[in-house]
């Protein structure tokens, strides 16, 4: 059973960075892409960031690209997500996620491509 549990949210301003872990127990890391998505109030959830089995193969939303860095330690179970100079709009209830499609793929960047979840971290950005 794979458990997914991300940590690291919280409430900051804007302009500041905030780094989210997530960890992964139940089965060997590297069977898995790992990737973050992002659920704002009354919106959709969307995709953040995701990166291939090994980390050879990044994908960034648009909105978060030059600010957000996925970044992964396979001998620790565990996926980051750096974010820097965040926004107002940031805000949102952040997921991690592995996917069993390891290696590069365009479904990374799609929720459907996931296979497990965690129950998300908190991000909250002040103006």
């Known amino acids: 059973q794979v458990q997914l549990v991300e940590s690291g949210g919280g409430l900051v301003q804007a302009g500041d960075s905030l780094r989210l872990s997530c960890v992964l127990s139940?089965?060997?890391?590297?069977?898995?892409?790992m990737g973050w998505f992002r659920q704002a109030p009354e919106k959709e959830r969307e995709f953040v960031a995701a990166?291939?089995?090994?980390?050879?193969?990044?994908y960034y939303a648009d909105s978060g690209k030059g600010r957000f860095t996925i970044f992964r330690d396979n001998s620790r179970n565990t996926v980051w997500l750096q974010m820097n100079s965040l926004k107002p709009e940031d805000t949102a209830v952040y997921y991690c996620a592995a996917s069993v499609q390891r290696f590069a793929s365009d479904v990374l960047m799609r929720s459907e491509g996931y296979n497990y979840w965690g129950r998300g971290t908190q991000v909250t950005v002040s103006s």
């Open positions: 139940g089965r060997t890391f590297t069977e898995y892409a």
């Open positions: 990166l291939t089995w090994s980390g050879g193969n990044k």
